[in-house]
Nanobody, 118 residues
Framework: QVQLVESGGGLVQPGGSLRLSCAASGILFRFKSLGWYRQAPGKQREFVASISSGGITHYADSVKGRFTISRDNAKNTVYLQMNSLKSEDSAVYYC????????????WGQGTQVTVSS
């Protein structure tokens, strides 16, 4: 079955950077679109970014210019580089498979916590 395992979350100061990783198994990784969602306390899950099998990317307006999604097909891993972090970026970040481009979700990972605070 599909398994998505996120890592790289943690505590960072405003203006700082973090890189999230998601190791995937149980899928033909290089043929799959993948993405990231997030959920802050008391809020609904929201789309962050996605990347197609061909490397086309799509971002939420709130992270455009600050976050970069990328993939390494040799490692079956997708990344989310987050720069210029703000307190409002604090959330649990989930790795997902994208079944309907660019935001339709198939499977979810277990999530990794990102906290932006001084």
């Amino acid at each position: 079955q599909v398994q998505l395992v996120e890592s790289g979350g943690g505590l960072v100061q405003p203006g700082g950077s973090l890189r999230l990783s998601c190791a995937a198994s149980g899928i033909l990784f290089r043929f799959k679109s993948l993405g990231w969602y997030r959920q802050a306390p008391g809020k609904q899950r929201e789309f962050v970014a996605s990347i197609s099998s061909g490397g086309i990317t799509h971002y939420a307006d709130s992270v455009k210019g600050r976050f970069t999604i990328s993939r390494d097909n040799a490692k079956n891993t997708v990344y989310l580089q987050m720069n210029s972090l703000k307190s409002e970026d604090s959330a649990v970040y989930y790795c997902v498979t994208v079944t309907v481009w660019p935001r339709g979700v198939g499977s979810w990972g277990q999530g990794t916590q990102v906290t932006v605070s001084s």
